[in-house]
């Protein structure tokens, strides 16, 4: 499978990244061995997680997620075909969060342990964190990326303002720039990235690496009436969002353009999100091996110009009536 550069950092991935957020979570620790083996067996390299993955969950205290990684890591032996991002920042509990230099530095020594290695390809910020100025932040950076704790930062959740003043940081004081920017972005969720964020990622030669790709699993066409919520943990918090005239729309548009290429839903919304402007890798996340074979046959579905007018000119759907 041909690689992306990821901005300037040197990284280059598969332009499709798996998300970790499911491990431990929605599946466990077996099940989550055999999606890692099946995406990378299938050509993929680049692997996203966090250290807050799966603090939502009752009874977990964050890190399971890298846990289950940094086993897999050191079963398989896979350490130096893969490309490991994970993050910093989310509230874990209350003593454990932000932006703050002492805090990173400490947090990076629990991830490197849970994941079983001795560097973080790309180390990212969570969340933005307004009470920490960022240079603080970056100069922690910096101090990581020359001990080769980390090879390369990346941010998470910033506006384009506080983006560019991360950036501007690190020209000023010499330190690490923020090389890749995981935002949300799929076809139902546009408008904030790609009218603030894209052009400064274009400008910037910063990766984008979106999360939601396939926004909740809705844009797969599982969840089509409220009886389909119950499907997945998730199936209520998807219902709300995206379960509507304009949800209902785009569902339709993807059934078409997946009838016209003999593809899914899903091959056809990643796609989409492979051919943006500015992205580099999308994220989505799988719960078995055969979503991970469906996700990574989306690398190789090159959208023609009507696929794209077809989606771009999505027009809204009613729900059906609740039947009596």
Not at 48 to 75: C, N
Not at 105 to 110: D, I, M, N, S
Not at 139 to 144: G, K, M, P, R, V
Not at 300 to 305: D, G, P, S, Y
Request: charged share 20%.
């Amino acid at each position: 499978m041909q690689t992306r550069a990821l901005g300037r950092s040197g990284l280059h991935i598969s332009p499709l990244m798996l998300g970790g957020n499911v491990f431990g979570w929605t599946i466990d620790e077996a099940t989550s061995f055999a999606v890692l083996d099946a995406f990378v067996a299938g050509g993929g390299n680049a692997i996203d997680t966090a250290d807050g993955y799966s603090v939502w969950v009752p009874g977990h205290a964050g890190g399971e997620s890298e846990t289950i990684i940094g086993k897999w890591l050191r079963r398989r032996g896979r350490r130096d075909d893969v490309v490991i991002a994970t993050k910093v920042g989310w509230e874990v509990n209350a003593d454990n969060k932000g932006l703050k230099k002492d805090y990173i530095l400490r947090a990076v020594e629990g991830s490197l342990r849970r994941l079983q290695t001795d560097c973080i390809d790309l180390y990212q910020s969570h969340k933005d964190d307004p009470t920490t100025p960022v240079a603080e932040t970056l100069e922690a950076y910096a101090q990581l990326v020359q001990a080769g704790k980390v090879r390369a930062i990346g941010a998470s959740n910033f506006t384009a303002e506080r983006l560019s003043e991360s950036l501007a940081a690190s020209r000023q004081h010499g330190f690490p720039r923020y090389e890749a920017l995981q935002n949300l972005y799929n076809l139902y969720d546009r408008t904030n990235f790609e009218q603030h964020l894209a052009p400064l990622l274009l400008q910037e030669s910063i990766g984008a690496i979106p999360y939601y790709g396939l926004a909740a699993g809705f844009l797969t066409g599982k969840y089509r009436d409220a009886t389909d919520l119950q499907k997945s943990p998730r199936g209520n918090g998807v219902g709300q969002k995206y379960l509507n005239e304009k949800g209902l729309g785009l569902l339709t548009a993807l059934d078409a353009v997946a009838d016209r290429r003999q593809a899914t839903p899903a091959q056809v919304a990643l796609a989409w999100l492979m051919q943006a402007p500015g992205v580099t890798a999308p994220i989505a996340s799988a719960t078995s091996v055969g979503q991970v074979t469906e996700l990574l046959e989306a690398t190789e579905l090159r959208l023609t110009a009507e696929d794209l007018a077809t989606l771009e000119e999505a027009q809204p759907v009613k729900a059906a009536a609740p039947k009596a």
